[in-house]
């Protein structure tokens, strides 16, 4: 069996496609960068994180845009006769006033790895874009048309436009063609794909909250008209039928499935195995309850589905209902194809990182900016060196090397030499959810004790708050930093030869790092990690022997 979620943690709004007897899932990755992470797998329970599209900060400008802004809800497709991987995607510029400023762009690669061509903007008329190679060689790109006008349904309708791949441009104006299988209003998420003679949009409906679902519709022509089907929503977390088309509020927490441990499953893709099975991706979440928070962010599930007599997609076990367990394929139940580690975890990601090695870990991520750019591996062989930049709240350019969050029962340790200079200088351990939302234990020069100490700064929903009851003074030696999070406690610890830990300020609520706590951010997930600020010359470093994130990847308890 395959073990929801396949993808935990920080992984939203997949996109899956296959090139012969390989998988390659894409999700949204938002203000972090390296950009779009892709995951490879060859019998879709075990998956490694193989590349990301987005490795150049010239390919995408991030600084200054908040949190949740950035790269959206990505499409992955194989253009066969071409031999063209196609990733397309939108950069979310501003949400301001919900005026949802959105450029979409088209690249294209030859190999999965790369590398990409320079991309080629689309247009700006709303997002999740996402394109279909037809059989003809025509090529059509559909997304959410975002509605803004007084007196409209909002947030929209799904729109339609041919893309010319020798012009490099779309061909006219955006064609409104479907406004839902559901009355839970909300669509977005479009993917338009050809079976025989119907073309077929599934789409994601009732908001990316919980009452978030996967609805169909299919036509004759690209252009439509469309039918839906009639059993939408095929896919969900919360069954029960509702008009929400006059609320496009995409949380809807009331709709909070209590029989369900995986929430808000809608955005889907699907894909047909050589042997004819059909498997869809999915976004969804698991909430700590009663809050309904979902620390881990948006996660990527996966679903046995079968197509009817009558040609619409159904969940091969008869419900609508997202499932925790799924039938393996049974093309590869037999096949040695990668080392069975069971699914809900990437394997290749290693639990922990000595950083010996020449390139920094692909698993790493920074916000808005490559890690590449503050880090160095060579300086110290067997260290990474970070140099320190801005305050961690800036949109700009920070110094934060982190990983995502897949359990809310781990352990994250590591060495630490640093020697800060002046008040401005610090450098530590970090849980992170965006810049208005972390706590962080660090080293920094207390000029009231008048050498280094540690203490923990918090920062909840913009409010600032150094425990200074924490400040504890330390020598210039190594130091050993941990973060320990046990469901919803969540605290910092250090020790001064690597075995005996002592606990350092109050225990955080872990479930407050959220998309439903969180005021300024929504769409992401938690991250941990290491950072280090030099707000002066932005030319101090700290050095790290190790990172170590030891998970349990089991099902976190929801009554915790």
Not at 110 to 118: L, N, T
Not at 157 to 182: F, S
Not at 326 to 337: G, T
Not at 437 to 445: D, E, F, M, P, Q
Request: aromatic share 12%.
């Amino acid at each position: 069996m395959i073990h929801n979620p396949i993808l935990p943690g920080f992984n939203p709004d997949p996109c899956i496609c296959r090139r012969g007897d390989d998988y390659y899932l894409i999700v949204s990755s938002f203000e972090w960068m390296p950009g779009l992470p892709i995951y490879h797998s060859r019998d879709l329970k075990n998956w490694s994180l193989c590349t990301h599209v987005l490795t150049d900060e010239s390919q995408a400008d991030l600084k200054k845009l908040p949190s949740a802004k950035g790269i959206w809800a990505p499409c992955l497709t194989w253009s066969e006769s071409e031999g063209l991987f196609y990733v397309v995607y939108g950069v979310m510029n501003s949400m301001n006033a919900r005026y949802f400023d959105v450029d979409n762009y088209l690249i294209t690669a030859r190999d999965i790895q790369g590398p990409w061509s320079e991309p080629v903007y689309l247009h700006s008329s709303g997002f999740d874009a996402s394109i279909l190679h037809d059989t003809d060689g025509r090529k059509y790109v559909v997304c959410l048309d975002w509605e803004t006008r007084e007196g409209y349904e909002k947030p929209g309708a799904i729109c339609i436009a041919e893309y010319d791949p020798v012009k490099k441009q779309i061909l006219g104006y955006p064609k409104r063609i479907w406004r839902g299988g559901t009355d839970r209003g909300c669509i977005e998420a479009p993917h338009l794909t050809r079976r025989g003679g119907w073309y077929y949009l599934m789409c994601a409906e009732g908001g990316t909250g919980y009452n978030h679902c996967v609805t169909m519709a299919r036509a004759k022509d690209p252009f439509g008209p469309y039918e839906g089907d009639p059993e939408n929503p095929i896919l969900t977390s919360q069954p029960a039928v509702s008009d929400e088309r006059a609320d496009w509020d995409h949380l809807k927490p009331r709709y909070y499935n209590p029989s369900s441990l995986l929430q808000k499953s809608g955005h889907g893709s699907y894909v047909e195995l050589p042997d004819g099975e059909v498997y869809m991706v999915h976004l969804t979440a698991r909430p700590f309850v009663p809050e309904l928070r979902c620390t881990l962010g948006r996660e990527t599930a996966i679903e046995k589905m079968v197509w009817t007599e009558d040609g619409w997609l159904r969940m091969a076990d008869g419900g609508r209902l997202a499932q925790t367990e799924v039938p393996e394929p049974e093309l590869y139940q037999d096949a040695k194809l990668l080392p069975r580690l069971g699914s809900g975890s990437v394997i290749n990601i290693p639990d922990r990182d000595d950083f010996d090695a020449e390139e920094l870990g692909s698993f790493y991520y920074a916000p808005r900016i490559m890690p590449q750019s503050f880090t160095d591996l060579t300086s110290r062989p067997g260290w990474i060196r970070i140099r320190g930049q801005e305050s961690r709240t800036s949109l700009n350019r920070v110094s934060l090397l982190a990983r995502k969050l897949t359990s809310v029962h781990c352990r994250i340790t590591t060495k630490m030499e640093f020697t800060p200079k002046v008040h401005q200088h610090s450098a530590g351990l970090i849980l992170y959810y965006d810049n208005m939302n972390y706590v962080n234990l660090r080293k920094y020069y207390s000029e009231t004790l008048g050498q280094s100490a540690l203490s923990v700064v918090s920062l909840e929903n913009g409010v600032r708050t150094e425990c200074e009851d924490t400040r504890t003074p330390v020598g210039e030696g190594p130091i050993w930093l941990r973060l320990t999070i046990d469901g919803r406690s969540t605290r910092f610890f250090y020790s001064l030869d690597g075995e005996t830990y002592t606990a350092i300020g109050e225990t955080f609520d872990t479930s407050r790092f959220s998309d439903e706590y969180c005021s300024y951010g929504e769409f992401t997930g938690t991250m941990a990690g290491l950072t280090v600020s030099d707000r002066v010359f932005h030319r101090e470093t700290a050095d790290f022997d190790y990172f170590e994130m030891i998970c349990d990847e089991s099902e976190p308890d929801p009554n915790l």
